[in-house]
């Protein structure tokens, strides 16, 4: 079975310091990767996927295969970043398997 | 584009009755998903639909029904409700099926209480 473990419930930083959110999978293979941001009042929405390759909002996500990590990564959070985060890998089953999730919160 | 909506958008029911939820995608896509939200499990997968069609179905009890109408629509019932039902119920859409290769585009959810 698919395991996604988001290790940190809660993520608290200061406005323009780096955040790193972690997401280890438990399986082999070539997954597709996703990163599913949620807002405050807003719907779930995606964030980035692995195979574009892009850095959406400063967000950049990185595929370790030796760790079986993706995780997401900002140089400098700003306060607007403030929202749950969602990972969520596939290892070629067609559902989807998120995290737990993790809030970062960015203090001023 | 009008983004996915569900109806209701809140619902308090007692034990042992039934639900049915309903979602409408996106114009144009043709496979929906749903899925279950709570504080203690987070996001779990209920099913895919796609073209009238279950595709996939997570690892719920039988109670957990759902179809999809020729025009996309959706709807997903539950009926015999536990307390353990009471969660936010997601569904989201994408033009084609396989929601673990291609972005969903998720609803603002039903939040179901069961007394």
């Known amino acids: 079975a698919q395991r996604v473990t988001q290790p940190e419930k809660l993520l608290s930083v200061f406005k323009g310091a780096p955040v790193e959110l972690k997401c280890n999978y438990s399986?082999?293979?070539?997954?597709?990767l996703f990163w599913y941001v949620q807002y405050s009042r807003q719907r779930l929405q995606l964030l980035l996927r692995?195979?574009s390759r892009e850095s959406i909002k400063g967000f950049t996500a990185d595929l370790n295969k030796g760790e079986t990590s993706f995780h997401l990564k900002k140089p400098f959070a700003q306060e607007e970043d403030s929202a749950m985060y969602y990972c969520?890998?596939?290892?070629?089953?067609?559902?989807?398997?998120f995290g737990k999730g993790t809030m970062l919160l960015v203090s001023p | 584009k009008a983004g996915v909506t569900q109806t209701p958008r809140y619902l308090i029911k007692t034990r042992g009755q039934q639900v049915t939820l309903s979602c409408s995608p996106i114009?144009?896509?043709?496979?929906v998903s749903w899925y279950q939200q709570t504080p203690g499990q987070g996001l779990q997968f209920l099913f895919e639909?796609?073209?009238?069609?279950?595709?996939n179905k997570g690892n719920f009890p039988g109670r957990f029904s759902g179809r999809q109408f020729s025009n996309s629509r959706s709807e997903m019932n539950v009926s015999t409700l536990e307390l353990g039902d009471s969660a936010l119920y997601l569904c989201?859409?994408?033009?084609?099926?396989?929601?673990?290769?291609?972005?969903?585009?998720f609803g603002p959810g039903t939040r179901l209480t069961v007394l």
């Open positions: 989201a859409s994408s033009p084609i099926a396989g929601p673990a290769y291609n972005e969903q585009f």
């Open positions: 399986y082999s293979g070539s997954p597709e």
């Open positions: 692995h195979i």
């Open positions: 969520a890998p596939n290892s070629g089953y067609s559902t989807l398997t």
């Open positions: 114009s144009g896509h043709r496979s």
């Open positions: 639909y796609f073209s009238e069609t279950q595709r």
